[in-house]
């Protein structure tokens, strides 16, 4: 069965970086969309980032346009989200999800998240 | 890169039916066939629902069913049970490549 763990999460001081991870297993990694949808406390849903099966296309939500960087590694089955220059609306849990394409159409499955807090 | 548009909240009793919209633009919900729906329990992942605007994955109840007309999506529930009290949301391709959630919706079963 798909499953998706995410780990690195944690407090972390305004301006700091932070790095993500998520191991996917039990489907063909190389051949999905990755995503990165964040929630913050008691708030909505928020799509982050996309990253295509191949790695070849990259899109982002614009508030993090510039400070954030999705990427992966096909060859261990990895999923990334390198944060910089962080601020408390960064503060959320950070969810891996699947897309069910080879790019960005609908996420299938989803991680449990990584708390991110982001305060001094 | 607006969210789609749900009501905060809906209510029903148990065995009732009950609708939420999910509205966009001709940029997302209006132009593509990729709207689906999540429910989310409280402390919990969420869960897709509905995909593709009608279709069900396989294990979810044909209780839960989709349609779309212009730029509104709409979750129908019918037969309302108490486990369904969640939070749903929608979400939806966009035409930058993206994807876009709605508000969400929380749903109470009185």
């Known amino acids: 069965q798909v499953q998706l763990v995410e780990s690195g999460g944690g407090v972390v001081q305004p301006g700091r970086s932070l790095s993500l991870s998520c191991a996917a297993s039990?489907?063909?990694?190389?051949?999905?969309?990755m995503h990165w949808v964040r929630q913050a406390p008691g708030k909505g849903l928020e799509w982050v980032a996309v990253?295509?099966?191949?790695?070849?296309?990259?899109y982002y939500v614009d508030s993090v346009k510039g400070r954030f960087t999705i990427s992966r590694d096909n060859s261990k089955n990895t999923l990334s989200l390198q944060m910089n220059g962080l601020t408390a609306e960064d503060t959320a849990v950070y969810y891996c999800?699947?897309?069910?394409?080879?790019?960005?159409?609908?996420?299938?499955?989803w991680g449990q998240g990584t708390l991110v807090t982001v305060s001094s | 890169q607006s969210a789609l548009t749900q009501p905060a909240s809906a209510s029903g009793s148990p065995g009732q039916s009950i609708t939420i919209s999910c509205t966009g633009t001709?940029?997302?919900?209006?132009?593509?066939?990729?709207v689906s729906w999540y429910q989310q329990h409280p402390g919990e992942a969420p869960k897709l629902m509905i995909y593709?605007?009608?279709k069900r994955p396989s294990g979810v109840s044909n209780r839960f069913s989709g349609s779309k007309s212009g730029n509104t999506a709409s979750l129908t529930i019918s037969g309302l049970q108490a486990e369904d009290e969640a939070d749903y949301y929608c979400?939806?391709?966009?035409?930058?490549?993206?994807?876009?959630f709605g508000g969400g919706t929380k749903l109470t079963v009185l």
């Open positions: 990253i295509w099966y191949d790695g070849s296309k990259k």
């Open positions: 593709d605007v009608s």
């Open positions: 979400s939806s391709y966009t035409s930058s490549s993206t994807l876009v």
């Open positions: 039990g489907f063909t990694f190389s051949r999905q969309g």
């Open positions: 999800a699947r897309d069910s394409s080879y790019g960005a159409a609908r996420i299938d499955h």
């Open positions: 001709s940029s997302d919900v209006g132009s593509y066939n990729y």
